[in-house]
């Protein structure tokens, strides 16, 4: 591939000499496990984490959760630009979904120029880039061209409950939102649009009764489950982008019992925003078949889509502009899941997605990153925290 501007080969050049430091940056954050879901584990990577930001010169400011890991904000101010300029915010998470003691049988280690592990591609090689983008920058323009915001949430995998606030306020607060969650597959496309994601959960009431000696006096709670899982399902519209899969279902407490209770939880997806109102509508309008049980459905659509608004195509236009010159064609993708540059871009704010490493197995034994991809996609962040 040949690189067509001297300073981007420079660049490249440069991140390609540091390429062993940044696995090895990757490598300390991945053996940190930090499952969502215990705090001890999470606030050790905070703690790791904000001195080497602040020996970069950042400022470190822990927000406290009693119910989740800490999130953790550091501030960069402008040493040879405007001081007035907006910050431009990174955004990550450092949760991941992995429980505590994965590493004893998921180790990180290098195999085949990849770097493997629980947590490498999903998000910890992510928050590696912004440490040695940033590093780089002041190395570059011997202080920051610009102000930066880093912002790494605790819970991001649970839904981003402690930290969507702060996330919101902090990306009104900037001229624009670079999220650090992974490229879109190994052709390392950025993510220009996301799906709305939501979790409802409805739950049947039932009469319960001895299967043997009354099934007459019995209204199943399971039966009445199943007749309204049937009509769920039959909201799926996939040619709109929209699907309503009921994934995990309980109920009953023994063969000859009759089910008092039975729930099923379900996760919906959306496309536009529109489509929000519409289909919690129909999942709160659902009427029981058997009129002796009783529903209630819980829940609601968490994050809404991440849609290709003008300002995210403006922002994807300037990575593409800083990948041409290394003769290098960035692609953009449209994802199913969702992330908290669902938050940032949902509330008008310029987001550009997928920022991070490149790789596949999210969430899976063999998840990934491809390590010569790493100067590559540190160098195109430099060059985006420059130019939003």
């Known amino acids: 591939m040949a690189l067509t501007s001297p300073l981007a080969e420079d660049r490249l050049r440069y991140f390609e000499r540091l390429q062993g430091r940044m696995v090895e940056t990757v490598r300390e954050l991945v053996e940190i ?43 960069f101010e402008s040493r040879t630009g405007l001081p007035s300029r907006k910050p431009v915010l990174l955004l990550g998470h450092y949760d991941t979904v992995y429980p505590l003691g994965t590493l004893a049988t998921m180790p990180c280690k290098v195999d085949d120029g990849r770097l493997c592990g629980p947590g490498v ?52 607060e900037s001229a624009g939102v670079l999220v650090l969650e992974p490229a879109a597959g190994l052709r390392g496309a950025v993510k220009t649009a996301r799906k709305g994601v939501g979790e ?24 009445e489950l199943a007749r309204q899982i049937a009509v769920i399902a039959k909201l799926n519209n996939l040619r709109e982008g929209l699907s309503v899969n009921p994934g995990v279902i309980e109920g009953g407490t023994r063969t000859n019992v009759i089910a008092a209770e039975a729930s099923v939880e379900i996760d919906v997806r959306i496309k536009k925003a529109k489509q929000a109102s519409g289909l919690d509508r129909k999942l709160r309008s659902l009427k029981p ?40 064609k960035l692609e953009e993708a449209a ?14 704010v310029p987001t550009l997605d997928g920022m991070g490493g490149v790789g596949e197995g999210a969430h899976a034994v063999h998840e990934f990153v491809v390590i010569s991809e790493l100067p590559r996609r540190a160098l195109l962040l430099a060059g985006m925290i420059e130019s939003v």
Not at 52 to 71: M, P
Not at 308 to 326: D, P
Request: proline share 4%; aromatic share 6%; glycine share 12%.
């Open 121 to 172: 591609l999903d998000m910890k090689s992510g928050i590696a880039l912004m440490l040695h983008a940033i590093e780089a920058l002041q190395a570059w323009h011997s202080g920051l061209p610009r102000p930066v915001t880093v912002f790494l949430v605790s819970d991001e995998e649970v839904g981003s409950r402690s930290s969507r606030a702060i996330t919101e306020l902090l990306a009104k």
């Open 289 to 328: 078949f058997d009129k002796r049980c009783q529903l209630e459905m819980t829940g609601g659509i968490n994050r809404l889509p991440m849609e290709r608004t003008a300002g995210v195509a403006a922002l994807y236009k300037k990575a593409q502009a800083i990948a041409s010159e290394l003769g290098w």
């Open 200 to 223: 409802y959960t409805l739950r049947v009431k039932g009469v319960a009764a001895h299967a043997g000696l009354d099934p007459g006096k019995g209204h199943s709670a399971i039966l």
């Open 33 to 75: 496990e930090s499952p969502s879901d215990n705090k001890p584990a999470v606030d050790r990577i905070v703690a790791y984490l904000a001195p080497k930001f602040e020996v970069l010169g950042g400022r470190a400011r822990f927000h406290r959760s009693n119910d989740f890991g800490d999130s953790l904000q550091i501030d």
């Open 335 to 348: 994802v199913g899941g969702g992330s908290d540059g669902n938050f940032t871009a949902g509330i008008g």
